[in-house]
C-alpha cells in the first residue's frame, strides 16, 4: 500500500494514473474519525517512505492550475 491507495481512499484524482516508483518500506498512519454524520470512517496517509526523493513542483506539475492541498 503506497500513494497510489492513500489516494483512492481520500477520493482524490491520482497523481498519475499508473506509478513511476515501487515504495520501499512506506509507513501508512490509518486513523479512524467520525464523520459530520456521526459516521466513521478510516483516513490514511503516507507518513514515511524509505524510496522518498524531494522533488519540488511535482505535485503542481501532475495538477495544473490547482491549489496545493492544505
Known sequence: MTYHEVETN??????CSVPDFKAKK?????SIVKDTNGDYKTDWDVKSCASF?????RWSRFN???ELPA
Open 10 to 15: 481520500h477520493g482524490v484524482d491520482h497523481i
Open 26 to 30: 512506506p509507513l501508512i498512519h490509518v
Open 53 to 57: 526523493s524531494e522533488e519540488h513542483g
Open 64 to 66: 495544473p492550475g490547482l
